[in-house]
């Protein structure tokens, strides 16, 4: 056996506590996102006729989805033609607009008092 195999993993430190703290509160927001989102899609009172009625119901409900299509496919055409430095940043954003809307479903949550 090699005796300087982990020789350099000697300079890893742990993580601080103010690092660690922030990684839990991301986890946090990130869980609330989901949670938000999944009690709004399997909500007994939700249907996907509703969401394909509110597409129907206004021409600005379709351009909006269809806006947010065009966005989604060119996030993803941006993110697969990066270089690597800034495709980490990129693939970040996703993480970022989850933490965003937990952050929304909990201030939801003390206004209304329901997701």
Not at 33 to 55: Q, S
Request: charged fraction near 15%; aromatic fraction near 12%.
């Amino acid at each position: 056996m090699n005796p300087d195999r982990y020789a350099k993993q000697r300079n890893i430190r742990p993580d601080s506590k103010w690092k660690i703290l922030q990684s839990l509160l991301s986890l946090a927001l990130i869980l609330c996102g989901l949670t938000g989102i999944a009690i709004h899609v399997f909500n007994r009172h939700f249907k996907l006729l509703d969401a394909v009625n509110w597409i129907k119901s206004s021409a600005i409900n379709a351009v909006l989805i269809l806006l947010g299509a065009i966005l989604l496919y060119l996030f993803h055409r941006y993110v697969t033609t990066i270089s690597d430095a800034r495709h980490q940043s990129a693939s970040n954003l996703p993480v970022y607009f989850m933490m965003l809307m937990g952050l929304f479903f909990i201030v939801r949550l003390i206004t209304t008092g329901h997701w």
